[in-house]
């Protein structure tokens, strides 16, 4: 077959090479034979970089000489939950430097949960003359004065995307830095900004971009103006609408209602900050024609919930706040058979008591009710074992089941046993499950059956549960495909890590806060485990100032080529080979 294969013009197998859009596959040709790998490595146009650290720009430019397109990802999960220190890393500036000589023709960059500064978005801006997309996703460090460099320089810009994104207000003119004559704009999301934009220059932006399929707004967009900026985009299939409040005047109603009934391609709307519930029916026209539907900032009260998600029979995506309750789910479970991702956030989960009606058994409606279910992210303060059994028989075909129970530990709330049964139930029913968040009262049992079962697991989130090393041990060694651990505040310690050191390399990463891993097993993990970077986060000071047997604050393992990095805070150590370990 090799023989066979060498025998074919480079040029074909370029060709054929490019209708191979996994990274797993692209990654296995190259291991065919040299020839292949020459061949691929020179016609590999897009890059995802699971960790900014895992390789370096010069290693990944030297690899792959010819990249249009990169997705790089910076700080763990956790940072999501300020769990990661301010200053500890991320910074996109190397990667921009390096990428400005050696990729002129780059068109795509795509960050998350990375320090972007204005130098660098300016670096950006004039050294690539064809760049196209620039998403930013949860990442910190850059001004609007950056956003106006972008703005000038890139004349064939067709996305500029902030999501989650921490960015300071300079100015609301920056929009105004896009040429008159740029046309190009397919898809903006400003909706993380916190001030006011200028209106003027984004109604003209918005008028003469006629490719314009993606528009979410941020909060400082009027109500009354939304019908203005749809006027002149009845093309959109995505809307992301600004505050949905105004004073109750008619001809706001029915400007609104016009504007979006003449929206004949909306599939997908987010936003509605402030909603005034009277105006919810101006959005009922396009109901029927959405997919997406995304509330998770959304202050709107059950019974007009009820109403909005029984006229979007073709819904299949979800997110919502709690306020939705169960009535909510058992409408969503009775009117959205196409249903496949379903996310109810809490709204506010620093009270001590329920503000809403939202349990186990509206979880349970939606999984009898709606049989495409694939992806689920739950808050709620209760649960069952039986509960979870019955969802689990419900939907087997689960890839992805998040439940987070508000209050740390909650047990059982009929027996009071451990949660132990219901996540076996899980990882045994949904054979296909690659992603799994776990929550309350849990005994090592639980992670035992998570081992035994969940073999095609990739990424598994811990918190606040087990009982010994025991628990630890039954996930490194049982769960054949997993390649993101992240774990905090739970009695996992150092046997099990030393017992199982060989499977993380096999990961992608490891962390783990608050837990009882000490300083000196993070010694030992630096001994055995040369090609991984064992950082030990601890901000009370070095470690070596206090007995080795004492936990760590943050330990945090994944493999790189690039070794250790050079922008660590002085919070941070790297235990290597070298490092020694105190006998007592």
């Not at 999984?367 to 303060?381: M, N």
């Not at 837990?515 to 070095?542: F, I, M, W």
């Not at 100032?545 to 945090?556: D, F, I, Q, T």
Request: proline content about 5%; overall charge negative.
């Amino acid at each position: 077959m090799l023989r066979m294969a060498s025998s074919f013009p480079e040029e074909v197998l370029e060709h054929v090479f490019s209708f191979l859009q996994s990274d797993g596959d692209r990654n296995s040709i190259s291991l065919v034979c040299k020839s292949w790998y020459e061949i691929e490595r020179w016609c590999r146009r897009r890059i995802f970089v699971g960790n900014c650290y895992a390789v370096s720009p010069r290693i990944l430019i030297r690899r792959f000489p010819d990249v249009r397109s990169i997705t790089l990802k910076g700080k763990p999960h956790f940072a999501d939950f300020n769990l990661v220190p301010e200053g500890w890393g991320g910074y996109v500036y190397p990667w921009i430097a390096a990428m400005a000589s050696a990729y002129p023709w780059l068109e795509e960059i795509r960050l998350k949960r990375m320090v972007v500064t204005d130098e660098s978005l300016e670096l950006i801006a004039k050294s690539f003359k064809n760049f196209k997309l620039l998403v930013l996703s949860s990442c910190e460090g850059f001004s609007t004065d950056g956003l106006a460099s972008i703005a000038a320089n890139c004349r064939n810009l067709r996305e500029l995307d902030l999501h989650e994104s921490d960015v300071e207000d300079l100015s609301g003119h920056w929009l105004s830095h896009f040429p008159d004559s740029y046309t190009s704009l397919v898809s903006l999301n400003i909706a993380c900004l916190g001030s006011e934009v200028s209106f003027s220059a984004l109604e003209r932006l918005v008028g003469r971009c006629p490719n314009l399929r993606s528009l979410r707004l941020n909060r400082a967009v009027p109500l009354d103006k939304l019908s203005n900026l749809l006027n002149r985009a009845p093309q959109l299939d995505e809307l992301g609408t600004g505050a949905y409040s105004a004073e109750l005047r008619p001809d706001v109603l029915s400007n609104l209602s016009g504007a979006l009934s003449a929206c004949k391609e909306l599939k997908s709307l987010s936003g509605f900050w402030d909603v005034v519930p009277t105006y919810l029916p101006a959005v009922y026209s396009i109901c029927p024609g959405l997919t997406s539907l995304n509330l998770n900032y959304a202050i709107i009260q059950s019974p007009d919930l009820v109403k909005l998600v029984s006229q979007c029979p073709n819904l299949q995506r979800l997110w919502v706040l709690d306020y939705i309750e169960d009535v909510g789910l058992d409408a969503l479970a009775a009117s959205c058979k196409d249903l496949r991702e379903l996310r109810v956030f809490p709204s506010d989960p620093f009270v001590l008591e329920a503000n809403v009606s939202l349990t186990e058994q509206g979880l349970i409606s939606v999984s009898e009710g709606c049989p495409k279910l694939q992806s689920v992210l739950y808050f709620c303060r209760q649960m069952s074992n039986d509960a979870l059994i019955t969802i689990a028989r419900n939907q087997p075909n689960f890839t992805c089941f998040r439940l987070c129970i508000i209050e740390p530990r909650t047990p059982d709330y009929r027996t009071l046993e451990p949660l132990d049964v219901g996540f076996g139930a899980i990882v045994e029913h949904c054979k296909d499950l690659r992603r799994l968040s776990v929550s309350g009262r849990l005994t090592d049992r639980a992670f035992e059956h998570i081992g035994t079962y969940g073999k095609k697991l990739e990424m598994l989130s811990v918190a606040f549960a087990g009982e010994s090393d025991l628990g630890l041990h039954h996930v490194l060694s049982g769960c054949d495909n997993l390649r993101k651990l992240e774990i905090r505040d739970c009695p996992f310690g150092d046997k099990a890590l030393l017992a199982n050191a060989a499977k993380l390399e096999t990961m992608r990463s490891l962390w783990m806060s608050s837990c009882s891993v000490s300083y000196g097993a993070c010694k030992l993990l630096g001994q055995k485990l040369p090609r991984l970077n064992v950082e030990v986060t601890d901000e009370r000071g070095h470690p070596e100032l206090r007995p080795e047997s004492c936990p760590v604050e943050k330990l945090y393992i994944y493999r790189s080529v690039a070794g250790p990095r050079f922008d660590m805070p002085g919070f941070i150590w790297t235990m290597d080979e070298n490092s020694e370990v105190r006998l007592t």
